[in-house]
């Protein structure tokens, strides 16, 4: 008798435990990175992912034939002030490849931003640089 008590009160316990991890996970909303990070991969698969690949691989639809090939995004060791260098102003401006085109006039600097923290999402190495 007392075991039943004992194991009811342990469940219904356990229920209102449960509901309120719930309730509370489902009130946090995304945070400003994943958000950041959310837009920054829409604007990558639109507009990056012909060349770079979907993974960031180097590997997209149009990389085909290009010498060089676009880079690979996953193992880039360019710091984010060059990539966003790049970016903004194009291949041909920092002396690399033309095919790499400028993107400063299409894109708002947030949504550069947003690029740029989701690349580095994508990263298979993680070493640290001075910036
Ligand atoms: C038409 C093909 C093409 C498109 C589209 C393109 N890229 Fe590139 N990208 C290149 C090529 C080619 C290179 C390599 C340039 C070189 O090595 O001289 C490159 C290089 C880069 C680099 C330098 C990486 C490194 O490690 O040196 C970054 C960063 C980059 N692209 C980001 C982007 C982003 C972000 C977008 C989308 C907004 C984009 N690219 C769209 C072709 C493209």
Redesign the pocket.
């Known amino acids: 008798m007392m075991k039943k008590i004992m194991n009811q009160y342990i469940n219904s316990f356990l229920a209102s435990f449960i509901l309120a991890v719930s309730i509370f996970f489902a009130s946090c909303g995304p945070t400003e990175k994943e958000l950041a990070i959310q837009s920054g991969k829409e604007?990558?698969l639109t507009?990056?992912a012909?060349?770079?690949g979907e993974n960031g691989d180097g590997k997209g639809k149009?990389a085909i034939g290009?010498m060089?090939?676009?880079?690979n995004?996953t193992l880039?060791?360019?710091p984010d002030f060059a990539?966003r260098e790049?970016?903004i102003k194009g291949?041909e401006a920092v002396g690399?490849?033309p095919?790499?085109?400028p993107?400063g006039q299409e894109f708002t600097e947030k949504q550069v931003d947003d690029?740029i923290v989701y690349?580095e999402t994508i990263k298979k190495i993680n070493l640290k640089y001075t910036k």
């Not at 060089?68 to 880079?71: F, I, L, Q, R």
Request: glycine share 6%; proline share 10%.
């Open positions: 604007t990558y507009y990056c012909l060349c770079h149009l290009k060089p090939a676009p880079a995004l880039t060791g360019l990539k790049i970016i291949g690399r490849s095919f790499m085109p993107w690029l690349l």
